[in-house]
């Protein structure tokens, strides 16, 4: 009777082994094509099954929006005490660039604890995290990025790459797309971006992770791209996790599909993916003209190539038109021709328009015996031409080293045309804001805020009348090739021979003054917004950002609150990485917060903060508690 129990228990574990290794074996499956359906797949967000083409659609052209497709049964890694935990996964997709855009984020294979992901950002996030998951432990996830966007947040090493990324998109490891070539011995370039299908290969075995890629048409190459080191139980501590796919749009946008999809526990038993059966990738078509078009189009050409040589006189004396009044003959050693404008920046064609605004566009162009030049149109109105010259006039006087040369002026009707210095380095708003710029030094920081204290300073206190520029801000702040900081677009300045106060409100929001709209415009307000800068400078940022979190939004009170933290130098742009001075940072942060103090009184004046800026004077002792600091 002992002996019948005995055998009845080992036949009882026997059965429950077995079901246990069944039910790890059963996660395997093979998606030639997803015409099938998706009996099987969970889909949210954008992501769709195309079933006449049987293509499995992550994303479309629409911006700002993320697309997630998953197996819906769990992949059971099982006890720890079972066999050593493994997994491969075989999957063809293409990312198809939208018609006439260059640009587009790419996808991630994902294994995650959950199949909710619609909490996660789009953009940049590739659909997987938030601001506040990215990096968490507590996400459970784990990437492998098919990323086409260089973003510095992340350090991703270019826009080509493959990344791995544990629990965050900052990856542990990446490479730039290629795959290996057993005829030729050597990595080759691959273009994810192309709208080429694009084999991928995820093995792991052993706490080894090994990518690879490949064209459609190639074998499996013989050496992975990316082998790293993953301890997936540490990242999964429930040993359960979700396989698929996500994939978001920004404001760059691609479609993104996925052919085919294998997986199994093991590479031994993983199912071949059938090339012959995948969809076709869908192209973005021109429009075909049609031959009625084309005719009709010819004809159009031909009537107004007639017109354009019978009115060809009248269209040279037309083209180069000016308005000159007796008045302006005093300005004429300042004044250009339109003509020389007009093939110096080559018809302002739109290829060198460098930008558009509120008040008119710019163009770049080349005069011979000048060089590069920066052409602003502006509205003229013709019964303030004559004051709109003299303020031009007195602007071209000015001369600093630091102040964006105005070179002279053109008239047309309804245009007025302000000519000045071309400069090569963009404005500072580019390197501060634009990921796609690299970061500036602090060294070169420091020395940008000191071009523009000594610019400032000069017109409040150098030149022959006192200058309000009363719009300092990081777009109107230009840099030449060896980025030295200049002064630009002083058009808005306004003169006075005693440094008054003048009740017009003009500015830029986060850089105006409190007092402005009641006091008016002073040499005050312009230290307020250059104290302002300082600040954006110093902390890459602008004044007000809405992403993030909320005791971080106003960058004034950012500071404020580092400082009362007593680590002042933790509001510095991140980017710098610990390569900065901690002194200066706290001394340049410091004059910031005096500077945009709302007493206008304790301000100091731009000479002074030009003595305090260059060390050649202590900072005033003050603190959080002296009354106006504290925004």
């Not at 079933?51 to 006890?79: C, E, I, K, V, W």
């Not at 939208?98 to 984020?105: A, C, I, L």
């Amino acid at each position: 009777m002992a002996q019948s129990l005995h055998l009845l228990f080992l036949s009882l574990i026997f059965f429950v082994n077995l079901i246990c290794f069944s039910s790890q074996q059963d996660l395997s499956f093979v998606y030639n094509g997803f015409n099938q359906g998706q009996a099987n797949l969970h889909l949210d967000g954008t992501a769709r099954i195309q079933f006449q083409d049987g293509l499995l659609q992550l994303t479309n052209a629409t911006t700002q929006q993320m697309g997630h497709a998953f197996f819906n049964r769990p992949f059971d890694f099982g006890s720890a005490s079972s066999q050593s935990l493994s997994f491969s996964t075989h999957f063809v997709c293409a990312l198809v660039p939208k018609s006439r855009v260059d640009g587009g984020h790419g996808i991630a294979f994902v294994l995650s604890s959950s199949m909710d992901l619609t909490q996660a950002n789009p953009s940049q996030y590739l659909g997987l995290f938030n601001i506040s998951t990215n990096g968490s432990p507590s996400s459970h996830l784990l990437a492998i990025e098919l990323d086409t966007v260089k973003n510095a947040e992340f350090n991703d090493i270019d826009k080509n790459h493959v990344g791995i990324g544990e629990n965050s998109l900052q990856s542990v490891d990446s490479a730039s797309a290629s795959y290996y070539s057993d005829k030729e011995g050597k990595n080759i370039s691959l273009r994810l971006l192309s709208g080429d299908p694009i084999q991928v290969w995820i093995d792991y075995e052993n706490t080894l992770l090994n990518v690879t890629l490949a064209p459609l048409s190639n074998q499996k190459p013989s050496r992975p791209l990316l082998s790293r080191s993953i301890n997936l139980t540490a990242i999964f501590p429930d040993r359960k996790t979700f396989v698929g796919f996500s994939a978001a749009t920004g404001s760059l946008v691609s479609y993104q599909y996925i052919l085919g999809w294998s997986f199994s526990r093991s590479r031994v038993t993983l199912q071949g993916i059938d090339i012959s059966k995948l969809p076709t990738v869908p192209r973005p078509t021109k429009r075909k003209i049609s031959y009625l078009l084309i005719v009709l189009l010819v004809i159009l050409a031909l009537i107004v190539m007639a017109a354009v040589l019978g009115g060809y006189y009248l269209y040279r004396r037309k083209i180069y038109a000016e308005v000159k009044e007796p008045w302006e003959k005093e300005y004429r050693t300042f004044r250009y021709s339109y003509k020389s404008l007009y093939k110096a920046t080559r018809g302002f064609n739109k290829k060198g328009l460098l930008g558009k605004g509120f008040f008119g566009e710019v163009y770049k162009g080349t005069l011979p015996w000048v060089g590069d030049i920066a052409v602003k149109i502006l509205l003229n109105d013709a019964t303030q031409g004559m004051k709109q010259l003299a303020e031009v006039v007195k602007i071209g006087s000015l001369q600093h080293k630091n102040l964006v040369p105005l070179l002279g002026y053109c008239r047309r009707k309804g245009e007025l045309l302000l000519v000045s210095k071309y400069m090569e380095g963009g404005s500072i708003d580019q390197y501060l804001f634009n990921s796609d710029k690299p970061p500036l030094s602090w060294s070169q920081r420091l020395a940008i805020l000191k071009d523009i204290a000594s610019a400032l300073c000069y017109l409040h206190t150098g030149a022959s009348q006192v200058v309000l520029l009363r719009d300092i801000k990081a777009s109107n702040v230009m840099l030449d090739e060896n980025l030295q900081g200049f002064l630009g677009d002083i058009r808005m300045a306004i003169f006075d021979d005693h440094g008054g106060t003048f009740t017009s409100v003009v500015g830029t929001i986060g850089y105006m003054a409190f007092e402005l709209t009641s006091t008016g415009a002073s040499t005050r307000t312009d230290v307020y917004a250059f104290g302002a800068f300082i600040l954006e400078v110093t902390c890459g940022r602008r004044q007000f950002d809405p992403e993030m979190p909320i005791e971080k939004r106003h960058l004034v009170k950012w500071v404020c609150e580092c400082w009362r933290k007593g680590s002042l130098v933790d509001a510095i742009d991140t980017r710098l990485r610990g390569n900065f001075i901690p002194e200066e940072v706290d001394m340049v942060l410091k004059l910031g917060l005096l500077c945009t103090s709302i007493d206008p009184e304790i301000r100091p004046s731009m000479g002074i903060v030009v003595q305090y800026i260059n060390r050649k004077q202590t900072l005033p002792d003050f603190s959080l508690d002296t009354p106006g600091i504290e925004a």
